[in-house]
């Protein structure tokens, strides 16, 4: 591992080339410089005693509600704060709606020291009760920063197959064994067993599936029963675009005609968009041909 996390803002950086030297680099960041002057202030304030009343526990339910729907809704904390503001204008007979305050940094705190720990926990409960899940990861561009999930999906007896998040990370390293590593440490430091991991998915890169070197291979020395799950969307594509060169037709005028079959009535369009919902994608509007006066 070659990543460092300060446990006073949680910053991660990369210790493998500079070592102390990213540590001082860090620490003299403007947003470690505001965590400390945070930590001094509650400092001085954890000395005072507050006793929360029954409508204080109402106003931290109405925001930990709030905020908690704004995230699933995938709104930003932009949105929630214009949100509540107008909130407290519409229902200012209410006490609770007008000392409702979560602005960005709140929201956020939130979400990082309250919801997420929570579901983290619940997460974990109910792996120890399915025993048996299986673990993918992929890597994502963000700006300059490469960023990896590392999700699982398991069966509950209760509501199904279900998906959770156990660990989301950034590393500039994409090699099998900067994956690999990391997907033992995660597993090691949730108290997680290798053993249990049924399948390891991902997409079809060497860097995951290789015959030789890879992700999936480094995993099987260490748990021979692991399944491999590859991505049926790129086989799905491997397949369309290797079988369309095959095609004798035109298959953007296919597209053109089916999509005006489904858009020239009203009845139609509504069938076409209880179709995308039942298959859970958004529908998007397709450039065709319209005839011109």
């Known amino acids: 591992m070659f990543e460092g996390q300060c446990r006073l803002c949680q910053a991660t950086f990369c210790v493998k080339l500079d070592g102390r030297g990213a540590v001082l680099s ?16 509650n400092c001085i304030m954890s000395g005072l005693k507050k006793t929360n009343s029954k409508e204080d526990d109402l106003i931290t339910a109405a925001e930990l509600t709030t905020v908690y729907h704004n995230v699933k809704l995938h709104h930003s904390y932009n949105s929630l704060d214009c949100g509540n503001k107008l909130s407290a204008i519409l229902y200012n007979d209410s006490s609770i709606a007008k000392k409702i305050s979560c602005g960005w940094t709140k929201s956020s705190s939130l979400v990082e020291n309250v919801l997420a720990p929570a579901a983290q926990e619940w997460l974990l409960l109910e792996l120890e009760t399915a025993t048996y899940f299986s673990i993918g990861t992929d890597s994502s561009n963000k700006g300059h920063l490469k960023m990896f999930p590392i999700v699982v999906q398991y069966f509950c007896k209760d509501s199904g197959i279900k998906r959770g998040l156990l660990d989301f990370y950034e590393d500039p390293f994409e090699s099998s064994d900067a994956i690999t590593e990391r997907i033992l440490a995660v597993l090691q430091e949730n108290k997680l067993d290798l053993e249990n991991v049924s399948a390891f998915s991902a997409d079809n890169a060497a860097v995951n599936f290789g015959k030789n070197v890879s992700v999936y291979q480094k995993l099987k020395t260490r748990h021979a029963g692991i399944v491999k799950a590859n991505c ?21 005028a296919v597209v053109l005609k089916t999509y005006a079959q489904f858009s020239a009535y009203a009845k139609r369009v509504a069938e076409l968009k209880t179709f995308f919902e039942f298959v859970e994608i958004e529908n998007s509007d397709v450039l065709r041909h319209v005839p011109t006066r």
Do not use: G, M, P, W
């Open 26 to 41: 860090h620490s003299i960041t403007a947003k470690h410089k505001s965590s400390i002057n945070l930590q001094r202030q």
């Open 232 to 252: 049926n969307c790129h086989i799905l594509h491997n397949c369309i675009k290797y079988a369309l060169k095959a095609v004798t037709f035109d298959i953007e």
